[in-house]
Structure formats: structure tokens, C-alpha cells
């Protein structure tokens, strides 16, 4: 059995002293003093936050990245400097490499491969992969976590706490504490690859059959909590591909995108939050290889059937249809004036699937949410007093501002309208439910 790692308090306080040592060298602590002192000395702080968080590594940078892309969370300047965030480390050495991998097999653990690579192939904020060759020959990828997350994950939630305190107490315009909580709960969940494996054979199941998407098997055997081992997919990384491509195969890759995000969405309530550069690869032939399965989120049917009559609502400029949307994604008594502001965000939003024609993304449908956009938002949402940004919301815009980032990147002219009613033709929401309940428990993920 794997050595058990305790989420210890020695643990957690060496991380608060690394990260409040990085935010003070920063001079982040003068933040909450200055914001408003100055839009060239607001830029100048979020740029000394980014770099302070892009030192740190692990898991906080890579929640801030996320809030980079969340409109409203913090200042506008910030979010422009927290997206350009990447979830990289530094590896660990192959010394640390065995000491883990024994930790997580045993002693004989080599014996269980016929070839591990020591050095790794990547390396993210919560752990590092390496290429092996499995005793019957298949290639594999295994992904190994570094040593005490769990301490590190609850230091680092901790101080993203103290952070969004100091943003909150300068701006009211959004509440974040339906925010934290939802950033919280997947983070501690991306601990668990147990849970991941799931993930992935979850994925492999509601993809089957679907063109020009891979997912890659498990390999129960050598994998444990911390340790998850999975066959290698071939591919190259998508800004290579998007550099020297035809248009016709950018297309196809961004169709291809597009339904290895959104067909387990609507088909089955079942969200990837992290359309992330290094999750994924393209092979030759322009399907996608799906690698990383930590950021996952199922959703109530409900709350699907909500997205879509929302859509509806924009091509109806049905009012009382976008109520009932909002409420199934979790506003909470939305009026006419909120009706309004929130509509600002959801016709950005939806704004590729409502016209009935080819057309490429804006650019404003990437990076940190259109500038003149969230400006809007932000202005009429603290003329009314703010407003508590529900826990659904954080991962679904997560979701499309990133994949709209990436069909930017791919140039693709696509007849996004046609495409997403294709794939909403039909929609049952007593259907999803049932395929939902016997999707997650063939996986034993209720």
C-alpha cells in the first residue's frame, strides 16, 4: 500500500510563509491601498502579482490563472495579467522520481515497466509526467504528483481567500464567495487520481463512437491516488499544428474541439473546466487527444436544459425565457435590471452560435472577456448593488472563453449556429438525466 501523506500543519505553514514572502517581494500588499490610485500603477501591481505567482508554482497560480478569465472577480488590469498565467513547474529530479514511484509501488516498482524515462516529459502546477513502456509492450504516460499537495492545496486556498478579501473590500460589484468555494471543491478533487481514472473512463465512454476524439485507457495496475497511469496518444501540440496548417484542417480540429467539449455537456450534464494548451494534442489525421481529465464537473440536467433555453431566450429576445434560464444556473431572483446586465455577458457569449452563417470568432472572444464587455458589466452591476456570482458559473465560463481562445488561435471559420443546433436537436432534459445517472454509475462516480 502507498505511503499515506497527511495534510499537515508544519506542512501548510511553510507554504504560507513561501507565498507570503513571493506577495510581499511583489509589494502586493499595498494593493488593496492603491487600486484605484491610477490606471498605470494598477497595471504595474497586477503585473508584480503575476510574477510573483508565476515563481510560486503549484496550485494557487494555477487557480489565479483560472480567475484571470472570470469576469469581474478582480479588476480588469489583473485579469489581463493573471490569463497569461501557465500552469508549468520546474520537474523533479530523478533521485525525487524514485523515491516517489516507491512510495506509490513499492521498492520493486522498475520491475513493474520495462522502460520508465527519467527525465520527465511534462511538468504542470500539481505534478509531472513521464514516458514508460509497459511489460506487454504498450506505451504509457504516467503522471506522478508531487510530494504534499494536500498541504499545499489548503495554504494556497487559504491565501487565494486573503486575496479575493482584498479585491472584494476595493470593489463589491461581485461577491466571491460562491467562487471560492467552487475553486476550492475541483482543486481538492484534481488531488484524487483515483478519481481522474474515473474521469477518464467516464470520458471514454460518453465519447464512443464520436469522430475525431481520443481518450486514452487507464492501467488500474500501476496506478494509485497520486499515481495515475494511462496509454500514450501521439500527437503534436495544437500552436504547431494551428501554425502550418490548411484552413480545411484547422476547421476540422476545431469541430473536433468542439465536440469533445460539448457533447459530454449536453448529452450528459458532464463539463472538462480546462481547455488548457497542454490537455490536450492533435495526431495527424486532426482528431484530438484528450489528456487530462483533473478538472472535471457534472452538473444537474436542469442546469443544461437552463443553457439552452438561454440560448433560445437571445434568439427570441424572450425575457421571461431568460428568467428561468438564470435561475436554472443559480441567480437567485433575477429581475429586469439584472435580466439586462447579465444578458450584456450572454450575448458575448453566445454571440459565434447566433447567426446562421460561416464566420470566424471576434477577438473579443478570447483572453480576459471582451474589455468593453466586462466594463459594462461591471459598471451597471455595482449601480445595483453587486451581485453573488453562482459556484455553476465559474467552470462554465472557464470552459468558453478558453475554447473560444482556442478556435481564435486556429483561425477556424465554422458555421458555429448549425453545428450547436446540431448538437441540441432533440434535447430531453428526463433523457440527459437518465444518461447522466447511468453514465456516473457505471463509473462509480455517484
Not at 500588499?29 to 502579482?49: E, H, N, P, T, W
Not at 455553476?392 to 477556424?412: H, N, Q, T
Amino acid at each position: 500500500m502507498p505511503k499515506r501523506e497527511n495534510n499537515s500543519l508544519r506542512k501548510r505553514i511553510t507554504r504560507y510563509a513561501k507565498v507570503s514572502g513571493a506577495m510581499a517581494g511583489a509589494g502586493v500588499r499595498v494593493v488593496g491601498a492603491g487600486l484605484s490610485k491610477g490606471k498605470k500603477g494598477q497595471q504595474q501591481r497586477a503585473k508584480a502579482l503575476r510574477v510573483a505567482l508565476g515563481g510560486l508554482k503549484g496550485p494557487l497560480m494555477k487557480v489565479a490563472q483560472i480567475m484571470g478569465t472570470i469576469p469581474d472577480i478582480v479588476p480588469p488590469a489583473y485579469a489581463a495579467e493573471l490569463s497569461q498565467l501557465q500552469a508549468d513547474a520546474p520537474a523533479m529530479g530523478w533521485p525525487f522520481v524514485k523515491r516517489r514511484m516507491a512510495a506509490e509501488l513499492g521498492e520493486n516498482w522498475q520491475s513493474k515497466f520495462s522502460d520508465f524515462e527519467k527525465t520527465a516529459a511534462a511538468a504542470a502546477s500539481l505534478g509531472q509526467v513521464h514516458r514508460a513502456k509497459a511489460l506487454d509492450g504498450r506505451k504509457l504516460a504516467c503522471k506522478l504528483q508531487y510530494p504534499d499537495m494536500a498541504s499545499v492545496v489548503e495554504a494556497d486556498l487559504q491565501q487565494l481567500k486573503m486575496i479575493l478579501a482584498v479585491f472584494e473590500k476595493y470593489d463589491r460589484a461581485v461577491s466571491t464567495n460562491e467562487v471560492q468555494a467552487e475553486l476550492a471543491e475541483r482543486l481538492r478533487e484534481e488531488l484524487d487520481y483515483i478519481r481522474e481514472a474515473k474521469h477518464i473512463k467516464l470520458y471514454g465512454s460518453m465519447l464512443k463512437g464520436i469522430p475525431g476524439i481520443r481518450i486514452p485507457e487507464v492501467v488500474d495496475k500501476l496506478s494509485t491516488s497520486r499515481l495515475l497511469s494511462m496509454t500514450w496518444l501521439e500527437g503534436r501540440r495544437l500552436v504547431d499544428m494551428a501554425e502550418k496548417s490548411r484552413i480545411e484542417d484547422r476547421n476540422a480540429v476545431a469541430v473536433n474541439m468542439f465536440h469533445a467539449w460539448y457533447v459530454p455537456f449536453y448529452h450528459y450534464g458532464v463539463l472538462h473546466g480546462d481547455p488548457h494548451l497542454g490537455n490536450y494534442t492533435i495526431c495527424p489525421d486532426n482528431a484530438v487527444n484528450l489528456l487530462d481529465f483533473g478538472c472535471v464537473r457534472v452538473f444537474k440536467p436542469e442546469l443544461v436544459q437552463g443553457v439552452i433555453k438561454l440560448y433560445h431566450s437571445l434568439c427570441q429576445n424572450d425575457k421571461e425565457m431568460a428568467v428561468d434560464a438564470y435561475k436554472a444556473w443559480g441567480f437567485e431572483n433575477p429581475g429586469k435590471e439584472l435580466i439586462d446586465i447579465l444578458n450584456i455577458w450572454a450575448k458575448f457569449i453566445y454571440a459565434p452560435l447566433l447567426r446562421d452563417e460561416i464566420r470566424p470568432l471576434e477577438e473579443t472572444n478570447t483572453g480576459v472577456y471582451g474589455r468593453e464587455t466586462a466594463n459594462k458589466v461591471h459598471v451597471a452591476l455595482r449601480k445595483i448593488g453587486g451581485i453573488t456570482i453562482p459556484r455553476e458559473f465559474v467552470f462554465m465560463d472557464r470552459a468558453a472563453i478558453g475554447l473560444g481562445s482556442v478556435f481564435l488561435r486556429l483561425e477556424a471559420k465554422i458555421n458555429w449556429h448549425r453545428m450547436f443546433n446540431e448538437l441540441i436537436k432533440g434535447f430531453d432534459v428526463k433523457v440527459l438525466a437518465l444518461q447522466q445517472n447511468k453514465a456516473l454509475k457505471e463509473q462509480k462516480l455517484q
